[in-house]
Structures are given as C-alpha cells and as structure tokens.
C-alpha cells in the first residue's frame, strides 16, 4: 500500500532563516505531488504541483520555493522565512487525471 | 476554472441527529468532487468521490453525498451524528488538465457535536 510521510512535523523558526521540508511517497511510481498551506480560517492554498521530477509549477508567486530531486521525494524551501510562512504545510501526491489526492500528516510551521 | 462554495463555517448538532454540511460548485466542465475530513493537527482523510457515475455517492463513516447537477450542489449527510463526527470538512473540485489534476477546496465547515 502507498504511504506518505512529512517532516519535520512540527518547526519553530525566526524570521529570516531557511527552511526546508521534506515529504516522501512510497508504494508507487511516477505519483503527482502536491504542497499545500493551510493558515487559520482560510481553506488549503495550493503552492506547488509537479507531474515528475525535475517539474515544478508554481501557483502562488512567494518567498517559497520547491523542488523534487527524486521521483518520490517533494522538498519545500525558503532562503528567509517571513512571519506570513507561518501555517500547516500539507504534502499530497495522486495518480493522473481527476483522481483522488492522498495528503500527508503535516508539517506545523510557526515563524518567530 | 473551478470553485467551491461551502455554506457556514461552522455546523453545530447534538448527538444522533441529521449532519448535513453544505456545498455548492462552479465548473466549466464535468466535474470530480470530493469531500475531505481533517481531525485537529492532522491531514486531510477523504470520505468520498464522484467520478460521474452514480449521483449517491456512499462514503467511510456512514457519510455520503448527492451530486445534484441542476443545483451545481454537492451536499454531505449522515442520519445520525456520532462524537467523534467532530471534526472540519472540506469539500472540492477537481480542474482535470493533462495528466494531473488539482483540486480547488473550500474553506471548510467544523462540524461541532455535542452530547
């Protein structure tokens, strides 16, 4: 069976220092991969999508970055991170068109 | 492009009651719809999906949902409200495009149950 990890699953970080996580799939190949942010009260914003590796799409212009070196491996960065970066960070990967994503257990981000 | 309009973003029932959480769509074409549960400091668990098939779609829980085409709606229901029910639900569209396709949320209902 497919599973999905995240971590770190908690961060606590000063404003203006780097970050980086980190999400992996195993139990399938070629999977699309999805970070998401969820702040207090506003839904889940879609950040990045990538069909493969090496592939990334960017849906919100920001301080954050994303790449995927390995085919099951999702990596979200920032250089300097700002107060605004705080939130829940979800990591979902799914199979082609219109099927069902399959999210993560989270990363909480709080910046200081 | 596709949005999702969930009506209230918080529910309150008492136990064993009728949970029925509200969720309206807008796509340009058929569309895939889901609904999501999200238990506190955890990720997203689907409950169910539409795909086109049948209009009753049953899900985990004892949950399920109508697509209703005419009302562009996608309601979830339960008969009767169990405690653990308590949680956030989130309704969403999928934009199918070339291979992959990302989904469009709502902003969520909490559901509150209480005994």
Known sequence: SQTIHQWPATLVQPVGSPLSLECTVEGTSNPNLYWYRQAAGRGLQLLFYSVGIGQISSEVPQNLSASRPQDRQFILSSKKLLLSDSGFYLCAWSLGQGETQYFGPGTRLLVL | ?115
Request: aromatic share 12%.
């Open chain 2, 1 to 115: 492009a596709q949005s999702v309009t969930q009506l209230g973003s918080h529910v309150s029932v008492s136990e064993g009651a009728l949970v029925l959480l509200r969720c309206n769509y807008s796509s340009s074409v058929p569309p895939y719809l889901f609904w999501y549960v999200q238990y506190p400091n955890q990720g997203l668990q689907l409950l169910l999906k539409y795909t086109s098939a049948a209009t009753l779609v049953k899900g985990i829980n004892g949950f399920e949902a109508e697509f209703k085409k005419s009302e562009t709606s996608f309601h979830l229901t339960k008969p009767s409200a169990h405690m653990s029910d308590a949680a956030e639900y989130f309704c969403a569209v999928s934009a199918s495009n070339s291979g992959y396709s990302t989904l469009t949320f709502g902003k969520g209902t909490m559901l509150l149950v209480s005994p």
